[in-house]
């Protein structure tokens, strides 16, 4: 087998190769949306156009190890095809969206995450337009603040900045890219090289793709309770929240599964501001 390709049980008639793409995607294996690097089918004209996240390309057999999340240390999560029970009735305990393919679970206690989830960052740097690392955030199992996005605390996985000044929910950001990307995948083989139709506001990509603008993630439910609610703060706390742009940008990429400078910057040129 060369480097970068594998064998998948989820694709038998042709090998999967890692490539490193600007370009949205839907997850055959999760079925959640993803950009930047993916397992695909490089045969041109295969009518099932296959994409996994790096994520989601485990074998069944022999079975990887079970996974083990610092947020449950009891559960011994075990990578699935498909989730127990009937469709529907499974949903991510990180983001809280329904579980519709690949997926970790555990058999004790019942609790299932995404692959993409299950793999999230627990430290990410935000930085400045100089490349400057403006603040750190780090991955938290619930809010102890508003969400800079909602404004509402809930059991959503959120990232908060050392200072406590912004946080964002896992949750909230799957919500703006699946509103703002709603027809990922659902129609393949009508676009640009034959990889999908894309819905939705859409901005120039490389390679002659279309790529969908993020509506919303540069927006504040702070805006709208009378005055900048980030203008009011001062000093180090004002420094922190200047950058808030900038940590949504990075929080999406490791969200859609890439949490890379290069897709951070590229997720960046995507939002509708």
């Known amino acids: 087998m060369r480097y970068g390709e594998v064998a998948h049980f989820s694709h038998p008639q042709h090998r999967l190769r890692l490539e490193q793409l600007d370009t949205p995607f839907r997850c055959d294996g999760c079925k959640e949306v993803g950009i930047g690097a993916r397992y695909r089918c490089p045969v ?108 509402h605390r809930g059991r959503s996985w959120t990232y908060r900045s050392h200072c406590k000044s912004y946080s964002l929910h896992v949750a909230c950001v799957m919500d703006m890219v699946v509103e703002s990307w709603n027809g990922i995948g659902r129609s393949k083989g009508a676009s640009a090289g034959g990889r999908g139709v894309y819905d939705g506001a859409l901005v120039a990509g490389s390679g002659g793709y279309r790529v ?24 180090k706390v004002k420094r922190c929240c200047e950058i808030a742009g900038f940590a949504a940008q990075v929080v999406i990429s490791a969200v859609l599964g890439d949490p890379t400078a290069l897709i951070a910057g590229v997720v960046g040129s995507l939002i509708a501001r």
């Open 44 to 151: 041109q004209g295969c009518a099932a156009d296959h994409d996994l996240h790096r994520q989601c390309a485990l074998p069944l057999s022999p079975p990887p190890p079970p996974l083990r999340h610092p947020f449950y240390p009891k559960c011994a999560f075990h990578f699935m095809a498909r989730a127990p029970g009937a469709p529907g009735t499974r949903y991510c305990n990180a983001c809280g969206r329904d579980v519709a393919g690949f997926v970790y679970h555990c058999r004790a206690c019942g609790f299932d995450l995404h692959p993409c989830c299950a793999t999230l960052p627990h430290a990410l740097d935000a930085s400045d337009r100089g490349g400057r690392v403006g603040v750190r955030l780090y991955l938290h199992p619930k809010a102890e603040a508003a969400c800079h996005r909602c404004g």
């Open 212 to 235: 969908p603008v993020i509506r919303g993630a540069a927006k504040s439910s702070h805006a709208s309770r009378g005055g900048s609610y980030w203008g009011m703060r001062k000093g």
